[in-house]
Structure formats: structure tokens, C-alpha cells
């Protein structure tokens, strides 16, 4: 059999073509290879988790050769740590607790090295109580049965702060539960609640059905007199929010709150490439997350690119600057 043999010319004739093709395509293609992604969110009944299964599917849609999933979690705490140990690529998290884990405080013994991507909407605590327990104000959770947030979420971090700011131990002044929202809501329908806390976006589904639930009349707590101490003592990242009458079946007046942004985050290590695109994408397809959830409305790159607590990623950064914009 002759031994087949490349020529020098042969050889420089390959060479040549492999390196036109290189030159016309200057890198390799971001999804030349299937990639998987999970963003991490928080209960079903909240808007992390009905957002982060619209923008999973938007972005599988858009993406070549990508597979994104929502995971349901605990909520922010959980998503902080299990971005810290990259056993998520993406999280949803309020303001407060995601500078409590870039700093290290409070829930988190060390520093995490988190990066912002976008603030998509704005985070409200919601203080639900039922009207037949009698409850008007913070000050008469005293001595009731309520529900603080899941353990491992934000909530269970903001409402123990309102709690003592109020004076009121969290542990010793109240009856106190650790159940997610719709397990709270769950509670209040089954009399076995007085009252709970939730942190998320406006509606919260699992508030929704609650206030519609035949038989059961809600109240939602004014916040105003809290939010300074808030600020006060943890820094700027709350502010005063408004849940304007209406949101809820039932509930006929504004309630003033207290408020952050929300943001969606990973690890300062994330691919820069992975983190322009996404952050692209989740702007630029926000018509296709309004229809997955009303808060998507407020996506927009000038609200997107203020008030992160946290320094933004460098894929970040370069989608805004292209526009125009620097986050800050």
C-alpha cells in the first residue's frame, strides 16, 4: 500500500485555510459546546421563582446550544452560599442581603465575592396580618403567632431586624415560625398564623390568593416609623416603598414600607462573555418577562444599572457603557 504523504505545498495549502477561517471567525463561538446554567431563586409563591423560570426559559431560547434552569431555594441567604461555592451560576437577591454577603455579616461568617448583573425590580417587605387577629401595627405582633421567612432567606433576615427595631425580641416576644410564603399564607388560611413577613416583589402571588380566599380578610402593616432606624443602622440599602392600594383584593389603602432593590448576581469569577450576553438579553427581551410576571416592567437600563450595593460584574458593565450608561 503507498504511504500517503502531505506535501510542504499540501501543507501550507491546510495551514492557509484553517488560518482564513480562523481570521474570519476571531474567536471561537461563545456556545460551541452545550452549557448548562442554573439560577438559583426562592419559594414557589414568590416572584424570584415565577421571574427566574421566565428568564431560564428566555435565555435557553436565545442562548445556542444553552440549557437554563430555575431552582427553587430557601431565597437569598441560600443563593449567596451556593453561588460562594459555584453550585449555581445565577441568583436572585434583595439589596441588603447581598451586601451583608459581599462584606460578610450577619448570616455570613466570611466574605463572598458577589457581583451584580442588573437590579430588574424593586424588593417591598410585607408585614400580612389577619384581620381577625386584631393586629393594627408592628408593635401588636407581640405575643402572636407569626412566621418571620424560611430559614436561609432574606425575609428571616429583614423581619428579625424590624422586630428589634420595634423593641420586640424575635425569638422570646413572639410565637415564632420559619415557613416560606406560601406555607405562611397556608397558615393564615388555616387559622394556625396571626401574622407574617414576606420580602419580594409586587404582586406576590401567594398574597394574591391569600387576600381572594373566600372567608379571609388580610392587613398589611404601615412600615412608616421603621425605615429610618433601618437606614440608620445597615446603611442606605433600604428605602421608603409604597404598596399602593389595590395591590391586593381587599386592601383599599397605601401602605408605606420599607423597600430595596433586587438583583440578579453570581460570582465575580462568572464569564465575562456569559455575563454580557445574559445581561443583554434579560433587558433587550423584556417584553417576552412581562408576560411571565407584570414586575418585568420595570426593567429598563437606567433602573437596571443604579443602586446595587455590590461592585458590578465586568460583562456587566461593558453591556452598559455600550449604551451609553455607567452602573453605578
Given at each position: 500500500?503507498?504511504?500517503?504523504?502531505?506535501?510542504?505545498?499540501?501543507f501550507?495549502?491546510?495551514?492557509?485555510?484553517t488560518?482564513?477561517?480562523?481570521?474570519?471567525v476571531p474567536?471561537a463561538?461563545?456556545?460551541?459546546?452545550?452549557r448548562?446554567?442554573?439560577?438559583?431563586?426562592?419559594?414557589?409563591?414568590g416572584v424570584?421563582?415565577v421571574?427566574?423560570g421566565?428568564?431560564a426559559n428566555?435565555?435557553?431560547?436565545?442562548?445556542?446550544?444553552?440549557?437554563?434552569?430555575?431552582?427553587?431555594?430557601?431565597?437569598?441567604?441560600?443563593?449567596?452560599?451556593?453561588?460562594?461555592?459555584?453550585?449555581a451560576d445565577?441568583g436572585?437577591?434583595?439589596?441588603d442581603?447581598?451586601?451583608?454577603?459581599?462584606?460578610?455579616?450577619?448570616k455570613?461568617?466570611?466574605?463572598?465575592?458577589?457581583?451584580?448583573?442588573?437590579?430588574?425590580?424593586?424588593n417591598?417587605?410585607?408585614?400580612v396580618?389577619s384581620?381577625?387577629?386584631?393586629?393594627?401595627t408592628?408593635?401588636?405582633?407581640?405575643?402572636?403567632?407569626v412566621?418571620?421567612?424560611a430559614?436561609g432567606s432574606g425575609?428571616?433576615?429583614?423581619?428579625?431586624r424590624?422586630l428589634?427595631?420595634?423593641?420586640?425580641?424575635?425569638?422570646k416576644?413572639?410565637?415564632?415560625d420559619?415557613?416560606s410564603?406560601?406555607e405562611?399564607?397556608?397558615?393564615i388560611?388555616?387559622?394556625?398564623?396571626?401574622?407574617?413577613?414576606?420580602?419580594g416583589?409586587?404582586?406576590?402571588?401567594?398574597?394574591?390568593?391569600?387576600?381572594?380566599?373566600?372567608?379571609?380578610?388580610?392587613?398589611?402593616?404601615?412600615?412608616?416609623?421603621?425605615?429610618?432606624?433601618?437606614?440608620?443602622?445597615?446603611?442606605?440599602?433600604?428605602?421608603?416603598g409604597?404598596?399602593?392600594?389595590?395591590?391586593?383584593?381587599?386592601v383599599?389603602?397605601d401602605v408605606?414600607t420599607?423597600?430595596?432593590?433586587?438583583s440578579i448576581?453570581?460570582?465575580?469569577?462568572?464569564?465575562?462573555?456569559?455575563?454580557?450576553?445574559?445581561?443583554k438579553?434579560?433587558?433587550?427581551?423584556k417584553s417576552?418577562?412581562?408576560?411571565?410576571?407584570?414586575?418585568?416592567?420595570?426593567?429598563?437600563?437606567?433602573?437596571?444599572?443604579?443602586?446595587?450595593?455590590?461592585?458590578?460584574?465586568?460583562?456587566?458593565?461593558?453591556y452598559?457603557?455600550e449604551?451609553?450608561v455607567?452602573p453605578?
Open positions: 500500500m503507498q504511504e500517503k504523504r502531505f506535501s510542504r505545498r499540501t501550507l495549502q491546510v495551514a492557509g485555510s488560518l482564513a477561517g480562523a481570521l474570519l474567536s463561538p461563545l456556545w460551541a459546546q452545550e448548562k446554567l442554573s439560577i438559583v431563586t426562592g419559594g414557589t409563591g424570584f421563582y421571574m427566574g421566565g428568564i428566555m435565555l435557553t431560547k436565545n442562548m445556542p446550544n444553552a440549557k437554563v434552569t430555575a431552582e427553587a431555594t430557601a431565597a437569598a441567604v441560600d443563593n449567596a452560599r451556593l453561588i460562594d461555592v459555584r453550585k445565577l436572585f437577591s434583595p439589596g442581603v447581598l451586601y451583608d454577603a459581599y462584606v460578610g455579616r450577619d455570613f461568617k466570611s466574605k463572598i465575592p458577589v457581583r451584580t448583573l442588573l437590579n430588574p425590580y424593586g417591598f417587605i410585607h408585614f396580618a384581620e381577625s387577629s386584631g393586629i393594627k408592628l408593635s401588636d405582633l407581640r405575643g402572636k403567632r412566621s418571620l421567612g430559614p425575609t428571616e433576615v429583614k423581619a428579625a424590624i428589634e427595631a420595634m423593641g420586640i425580641d424575635p425569638v416576644d413572639i410565637k415564632r420559619r415557613l410564603v406560601a405562611s399564607a397556608g397558615g388560611k388555616d387559622r394556625k398564623l396571626d401574622a407574617f413577613c414576606w420580602s416583589g409586587l404582586p406576590t402571588a401567594a398574597i394574591m390568593d391569600l387576600a381572594a380566599t373566600p372567608g379571609v380578610r388580610i392587613r398589611l402593616l404601615d412600615m412608616a416609623e421603621i425605615v429610618p432606624k433601618l437606614s440608620e443602622k445597615f446603611g442606605p440599602v433600604y428605602f421608603k409604597l404598596i399602593p392600594k389595590g395591590t391586593y383584593s381587599g383599599d389603602y408605606t420599607a423597600a430595596m432593590v433586587v448576581f453570581c460570582h465575580e469569577k462568572f464569564d465575562e462573555n456569559l455575563a454580557y450576553q445574559i445581561t438579553l434579560i433587558i433587550e427581551k417576552d418577562l412581562v408576560l411571565v410576571h407584570k414586575e418585568a416592567q420595570h426593567i429598563s437600563l437606567q433602573y437596571s444599572s443604579i443602586g446595587s450595593p455590590v461592585p458590578y460584574h465586568p460583562g456587566a458593565i461593558r452598559f457603557k449604551k451609553g455607567t453605578k
